[in-house]
């Protein structure tokens, strides 16, 4: 059963902490995305890898770092540095140019 | 920079086709038109994509212009599930390319 799992799908962070979602594909893609999404907006691009131990800043990668060393993960840390971090991050994945992402269902982060 | 304008929201009853707008008047030559949709507190879904021809699939059909500055994504028998967000994007095919998502129109199928 091939697809892209995030977890946790709740996620409250105190203040000052750092927090790492994770996401994962078992879809053999090459490509694989964050997106951060606020109530009533589209969403917004964070990082992106096109292939294993490479990766380029989104749109708004300020506060966030992320890691590609396997093909199937794609972990995103939000760390202290981002000072409005509540939001639904979406993970994605595609094959190498291809059109088609597809997404995992989301991870919801509240800060307390 | 938002490359497609789309109305905010808009209604149809369930079982009628459903058409939702979309205007993409800079569109360039080696562009795609893209259309996902989001269930609320869901991951977006693909539906379709085109560049010149009209497309259908078992999700629903792409009808873009012969000037390519506008389309319209039609689900021919709309149903409560069909509730969503619907995204209209313009892509290139690069492979560097990325997808940007504008707010989308909303779309509630009344019983």
């Known amino acids: 059963d091939g697809g892209i799992t995030q977890s946790p799908k709740y996620l409250f962070r105190k203040e000052g902490q750092n927090v790492t979602l994770s996401c994962e594909q078992n879809?053999?893609?090459?490509?694989m995305y964050w997106y951060r999404q606020d109530p009533g907006q589209g969403l917004r691009l964070i990082y992106y890898?096109?292939?294993?131990?490479?990766?380029q800043k989104g749109d708004i990668a300020e506060g966030y770092s992320v890691s590609r060393e396997k093909k199937e993960s794609f972990p995103l840390t939000v760390t202290s540095a981002q000072k409005n971090p509540t939001a639904f991050y979406l993970c994605a994945s595609s094959e190498q140019g291809a059109e088609t992402q597809y997404f995992g269902p989301g991870t919801r982060l509240l800060v307390l | 920079d938002a490359k497609t304008t789309q109305p905010p929201s808009m209604d149809c009853a369930e079982g009628r086709a459903a058409n939702l707008p979309c205007n993409h008047s800079?569109?360039?030559?080696?562009?795609?038109v893209y259309w996902y949709r989001q269930i609320h507190s869901q991951g977006p879904q693909y539906i379709i994509h085109g560049l010149k021809n009209n497309e259908t699939n078992e999700m629903a059909s792409l009808i873009i212009t012969e000037d390519r500055k506008s389309s319209t994504l039609i689900l021919p028998h709309a149903t409560l599930r069909d509730t969503a967000v619907y995204y209209c994007?313009?892509?290139?095919?690069?492979?560097?390319?990325?997808?940007?998502f504008g707010k989308g129109i909303t779309l509630s199928v009344r019983p």
């Open positions: 879809l053999n893609h090459d490509a």
């Open positions: 800079t569109i360039s030559g080696n562009e795609y």
């Open positions: 994007i313009v892509r290139d095919t690069g492979a560097n390319s990325k997808l940007t």
């Open positions: 890898s096109q292939i294993v131990n490479d990766f």
